[in-house]
């Protein structure tokens, strides 16, 4: 049964983390991957972490003079203008380098190498049956995906859920880019609705296979139901506007501490999702 | 000692471009010869990122060692130093006021960029 699952959206804070915990606490074994680097905050759910910590790097240029002849390969090559050369001096900027390596490929001299620029960390803690692994980019770092790319890695073998960031970006489409399935979450207000649009559209161009959870769905207006309805896009869950649920998660309750019923409709949710999309036909 | 400035248009009455990372193209004066030549830079105008970097490049390139423009960020400034290229700002209304105003001694250098980068 292994499935991997991303829980995303287009809109931040419908709450994504909230039901990727949920959903993880009511499986009885599963990989939650936080790969919401930018704030990441599945620790505050499921305390449980490990003093176990691992630095996240990416390889930058280093040009070493004594070889350069200024003749400017690297800088033509490189789409991301991370470089300028003049005899004698070449400037390297690591904070627009993408890691991708051609500078050194062309170098006809041989002077380009590699050496390592830290961008974030891994840090792995577990809860109950969760075993999570969460990505934090590190303050002032703007390019989270090769992050993103290094919590993915701990994807297990069985059931893993994946927080992904918000947005319809590069960091979410890194985020879902290995899922059999995603979950959208959402909510019944036109900025919503707007963004579950965007992401749609992204993920049917990903041609993955997706569904949507409407949070708070008797706060808002019907756009969101409307355009399901319209879409044929299923609708999971629809989990009411509650005092008492934000009240738990405010001192960092989850969901199913509020609403313990929810356990029994999330395990469905994940059997039927396992049944469907899961990985291996095995 | 050749200059460049930041231009709209392609000729010496073009309004100065305010941006220089970003600036449509340059007029490159050749004091020594009373003439310019323009300096094409469309393909950083539409660069996803550091427009500013390459620009520089382009300018420290074309040879020359003085730079007008409306404003010069981190980068650009970085990599102009590095090249050797003195940078001045000016709010004139076009190159050829620019070009005076330079020659006159009415501009100022600047020593660090006079803007932020702007979002890295």
């Given amino acids: 049964m292994a499935l991997t699952l991303a829980v995303a959206s287009g809109k931040g804070g419908t709450g994504k983390t909230t039901l990727a915990v949920a959903l993880a606490l009511a499986a009885k074994e599963v990989t939650l991957l936080d790969c919401d680097v930018e704030e990441p905050n599945v620790h505050l759910f499921l305390p449980g972490e490990n003093q176990r910590s691992q630095l996240v790097n990416v390889p930058i240029p280093q040009v070493d003079m004594s070889l350069c002849d200024a003749c ?20 390297v900027f690591p904070e627009l380098c993408h890691s991708c390596g051609g500078c050194k490929l062309v170098c006809p001299k041989q ?8 961008i974030g ?7 109950g049956k969760v075993n999570w692994v969460q990505g934090r980019l590190d303050v ?15 994807k297990g073998n069985g059931l893993t859920i994946i927080d992904a960031p918000p947005g319809t970006s590069c960091p979410m489409i890194a985020a879902v880019g290995l899922s059999d399935y995603v979950l959208l979450v959402t909510e019944p207000t036109p900025f919503g609705l707007n963004d579950l649009k965007l992401a749609v559209e992204t993920l049917r161009q990903m041609q993955k296979p997706f569904g949507v959870i409407i949070n708070r769905f008797d706060s808002g ?14 609708i999971w869950m629809r989990i009411p506007q509650s005092r008492k649920i934000a009240e738990i998660y405010s001192v960092g309750g989850t969901l199913l501490d509020a609403v313990p019923e929810y356990k029994e409709q999330f395990s469905r949710i994940l059997k039927d999702l396992v049944q469907e999309f899961s990985g291996d036909e095995a | ?30 004091p020594d010869r009373g003439a310019f030549e323009v300096i094409d830079n469309s393909v950083n105008l539409n660069a996803a990122q550091g427009a500013g970097i390459q620009t520089a490049q382009r300018i420290a390139d074309s040879g020359a060692s003085v730079l007008i423009s409306g404003n010069c960020g981190p980068k650009a400034f970085q990599v102009l130093s ?9 709010e004139a209304k076009n190159v050829m006021e620019a070009l005076a105003l330079y020659n006159a001694g009415k501009l100022t250098e600047i020593s660090s960029a006079n803007v932020e980068g702007h979002w890295l």
């Fill in chain 1, 221 to 234: 207006d019907e756009g969101v139901e409307g355009y399901c309805l319209v879409e044929e896009i299923e």
């Fill in chain 1, 121 to 127: 960390d891994l840090s792995f803690g577990q809860f």
């Fill in chain 1, 111 to 118: 002077a380009i190498t590699e050496t390592n620029r830290r």
């Fill in chain 2, 82 to 90: 590095a090249a050797g290229v003195k940078v001045y700002t000016c």
């Fill in chain 1, 72 to 91: 400017r390969a690297c800088v033509d090559f490189c789409e991301f203008n991370a470089l300028a050369v003049f005899p004698g001096k070449t400037l």
């Fill in chain 2, 1 to 30: 000692m050749k200059i460049a400035v930041s231009s709209t248009g392609k000729d010496m009455e073009s309004p100065i471009d305010p941006r220089f990372g970003r600036a449509r193209q340059f007029i490159l004066f050749d």
């Fill in chain 1, 140 to 154: 002032g770092q703007t390019m989270s995906p090769p992050l993103i790319r290094a919590v993915l890695a701990h």
